[in-house]
């Protein structure tokens, strides 16, 4: 029997504010403008096998009307954190009649405190045959489905424990790390021992920053470094995405950096299959 695979869909790449970002006339903006193509980038989110997505911004539109994503096979969705960019809830609205026909089941929607507290006071009212909602501890698993998700503690913010999630489905372990600064010890800890067959990491601020709350180059060389010490990375699809236009360079300068360290550089609709 052909083992089943996940096929992943990074939907957007980049930071809160897009790229271009709205309203700027710095360089680098005005080039992606020019220059189209990968250096166009939508606010970050990933879809899993089409049923599953990791959050939930502005440009959810965009993903299913140009990138593909077919947003009525949604079941479940995992929401990171709070932060506007990736829980962009008044979207959920659109899941009832008149504006979404035959779905025939409810969406699942899981996360942490803060994020559940929202959506469960804006969109319980649709009812639970259109909509359920889940509160996530770090650290402990939900299946999801096929899908088996952990979430694990981000270094992001002060006021929120924000989330990112590890993944597992048919023996393929996946690790989905947006938005988050160097891990957090307790993160590091749990990944001892696990083995992950492919990355997806934030690198929010590229040349710049220090790696607190948001990924820089050299914070993320920093934790492939320590996956691949601590033997839960041994090879596999790595990536970096989101990214803020404030990184200052082309797509195809932010791979010249990134993969001679073993790293390639997402776009908008870049697809692995593992």
């Not at 469960?120 to 096929?146: C, D, K």
């Not at 607190?212 to 601590?230: I, S």
């Given at each position: 029997m052909?083992?089943?695979k996940?096929h992943?869909?990074?939907l957007g790449?980049?930071a809160?504010e897009?790229w271009?970002?709205?309203?700027c006339?710095?360089d680098?903006?005005k080039?992606?403008r020019?220059?189209g193509?990968?250096n166009?980038r939508?606010?970050?989110s990933i879809?899993?096998n089409d049923?599953?997505?990791?959050?939930?911004?502005?440009?959810?539109?965009?993903?299913e009307?140009?990138?593909?994503?077919?947003?009525?096979?949604l079941e479940?969705?995992?929401?990171?954190?709070?932060?506007?960019?990736h829980?962009?809830?008044?979207?959920?609205?659109?899941?009832?009649?008149?504006?979404?026909h035959?779905?025939?089941?409810p969406?699942?929607?899981?996360?942490?405190?803060a994020?559940a507290?929202?959506v469960?006071e804006?969109?319980?009212?649709?009812?639970?045959?259109?909509?359920?909602?889940?509160?996530l501890?770090?650290f402990v698993?939900?299946q999801?489905?096929s899908?088996?998700?952990?979430?694990l503690?981000?270094?992001h913010m002060?006021?929120e424990?924000?989330l990112?999630y590890l993944f597992?489905?048919?023996?393929?372990?996946?690790l989905y790390?947006?938005?988050?600064?160097?891990?957090?010890e307790e993160?590091?800890?749990?990944?001892?021992g696990?083995?992950?067959?492919?990355?997806?990491?934030?690198c929010?601020?590229?040349?710049?920053g220090?790696g607190?709350y948001?990924?820089?180059?050299e914070a993320?060389f920093?934790v492939?470094?320590?996956?691949e010490?601590t033997g839960?990375y041994?090879?596999?699809?790595f990536v970096?995405?989101?990214?803020s236009?404030?990184?200052?360079?082309?797509h195809e300068?932010i791979?010249?950096?990134?993969e001679?360290?073993?790293i390639?550089?997402a776009?908008?609709?870049m697809?692995i299959?593992?």
């Amino acid at each position: 029997m052909a083992v089943k695979k996940m096929h992943i869909r990074i939907l957007g790449t980049a930071a809160a504010e897009g790229w271009p970002a709205i309203f700027c006339s710095c360089d680098t903006c005005k080039k992606a403008r020019e220059i189209g193509g990968k250096n166009l980038r939508s606010r970050a989110s990933i879809q899993i096998n089409d049923t599953h997505r990791i959050d939930f911004g502005p440009d959810v539109w965009y993903h299913e009307g140009v990138l593909g994503a077919d947003m009525s096979k949604l079941e479940h969705l995992f929401i990171t954190h709070s932060h506007w960019d990736h829980l962009a809830h008044p979207h959920l609205h659109y899941l009832v009649p008149p504006f979404g026909h035959g779905r025939n089941c409810p969406l699942h929607v899981y996360g942490n405190e803060a994020a559940a507290k929202i959506v469960m006071e804006n969109w319980e009212r649709l009812g639970p045959e259109f909509i359920r909602v889940h509160t996530l501890e770090p650290f402990v698993s939900v299946q999801a489905g096929s899908i088996t998700f952990t979430p694990l503690l981000a270094s992001h913010m002060l006021n929120e424990r924000a989330l990112f999630y590890l993944f597992s489905s048919h023996d393929k372990t996946g690790l989905y790390a947006c938005d988050t600064g160097y891990f957090p010890e307790e993160t590091w800890e749990f990944l001892e021992g696990i083995h992950l067959d492919f990355v997806i990491s934030e690198c929010t601020s590229g040349p710049a920053g220090d790696g607190k709350y948001h990924l820089n180059f050299e914070a993320l060389f920093q934790v492939k470094e320590r996956l691949e010490k601590t033997g839960s990375y041994t090879g596999g699809p790595f990536v970096a995405t989101h990214f803020s236009h404030n990184v200052g360079m082309m797509h195809e300068e932010i791979s010249a950096v990134l993969e001679p360290r073993g790293i390639l550089a997402a776009f908008d609709g870049m697809e692995i299959h593992v």
